[in-house]
């Protein structure tokens, strides 16, 4: 069974960069069968795509988002990465992890991780 | 890039069938066959329900239903259950590689 679990600091300064880790189990990371998405969701409100990788060379940000994010991968550990730079307390969120099959443009989002809170607070 | 419009809530009495839409326009929802639907309950994370307007991934029930026409996709849940109160929302492809969801639709079960 597939799993992906989020992990990062709970608690990150104003104009510092919130950092994340997705880690990937059950199935291989480097299969090139999928997309690898970070998603938030602000207390109460609702869902935002942050962005989507494919590859280390292959990647989709949310243009509103674009100049502070950037998404990496380490295949050798399972995991995927998330940084935010400059963030405020507008970057307050559940932030999850979800994979999507390579093959749909829809990019179905089939496994998620449970979230994890990041509050940006001094 | 704007999210979906979604109407805030709905609500339906057990039994019934309900529509929720999801507007956008010619440079998303109208422009490709390429949204998806995701069920939210409480504290828990998004689930998906359809994909690529109209396909059921295996375990939901025929219950659900997508479709689109123009910029407007809904999703349509037939005999409405207790079990189908949560948020629902849309999310569709638009260009460039981008994604965008709608902003939710609260569904109540009476």
């Known amino acids: 069974q597939v799993q992906l679990q989020e992990s990062g600091p709970g608690l990150v300064k104003p104009s510092q960069t919130l950092s994340l880790t997705c880690t990937v189990s059950?199935?291989?990371?480097?299969?090139?069968?999928?997309?690898w998405n970070w998603i938030r969701q602000p207390a109460g409100k609702g869902l935002e795509w942050i962005g989507r990788l494919y590859t280390s060379e292959s990647k989709a940000y949310n243009p509103s988002l674009n100049s502070r994010v950037t998404m990496s991968v380490d295949t050798s550990k399972s995991q995927v990465f998330l940084k935010l730079n400059s963030v405020t307390a507008a970057d307050t969120a559940v932030y999850y992890c979800a994979r999507a099959l390579v093959g749909s443009g829809s990019m179905p989002l089939e496994y998620w991780g449970q979230g994890t809170l990041v509050t940006v607070s001094s | 890039q704007s999210a979906l419009t979604q109407p805030r809530s709905l609500s339906g009495s057990p039994g019934q069938s309900v529509a929720i839409s999801c507007t956008g326009t010619?440079?998303?929802?109208?422009?490709?066959?390429?949204v998806s639907w995701y069920q939210q309950h409480p504290g828990k994370a998004p689930k998906l329900m359809i994909y690529d307007v109209d396909k059921r991934p295996s375990g939901v029930p025929d219950r659900f239903f997508g479709s689109k026409s123009g910029s407007t996709a809904s999703l349509t849940i037939s005999g409405l259950q207790a079990e189908d109160e949560a948020d629902y929302y849309c999310f569709s492809y638009a260009g460039t590689y981008t994604w965008v969801f709608g902003g939710g639709t609260k569904l109540t079960v009476l």
């Open positions: 059950g199935d291989s990371i480097s299969s090139g069968s999928y997309y």
């Open positions: 010619s440079s998303d929802v109208g422009g490709y066959s390429y």
